[in-house]
């Protein structure tokens, strides 16, 4: 039986002109990631991500540090949603 192995982007770069973007702390995440399956012998047979930057931004450390070049099936349902819409849209006497 496979296995599913679910991440989050690292962390992005809050406060930034760009929030869609890893931090220098997001990046060296991502890589340390890629290190720690590398060292355990873990492989891919295929990836997913959203279409936000910092979704690629976190394959692209992790395959850095694996070794590997995986072409990711592009998904943009992993993307963020609006928050507040959805809030306003279950309980809308609230907004």
């Not at 973007?21 to 890589?31: C, K, R, W, Y």
């Not at 976190?58 to 099936?73: E, F, V, Y």
Request: proline share 3%.
């Amino acid at each position: 039986m496979g296995q599913l192995y679910l991440v989050r982007h690292g962390q992005a770069s809050l406060g930034a002109t760009d929030y869609d973007q890893l931090s220098p702390l997001g990046a060296q995440q991502s890589q340390r990631l890629g290190e720690h399956w590398h060292a355990q012998g873990i492989t891919f047979d295929a990836v997913i991500t959203g279409t936000m930057k910092r979704h690629a931004q976190t394959l692209a450390g992790i395959q850095h540090s694996m070794g590997t070049q995986l072409t990711a099936l592009v998904w943009p349902g992993l993307n963020e949603y609006d928050a507040e819409a959805v809030i306003r849209a279950i309980q809308p006497s609230e907004w």
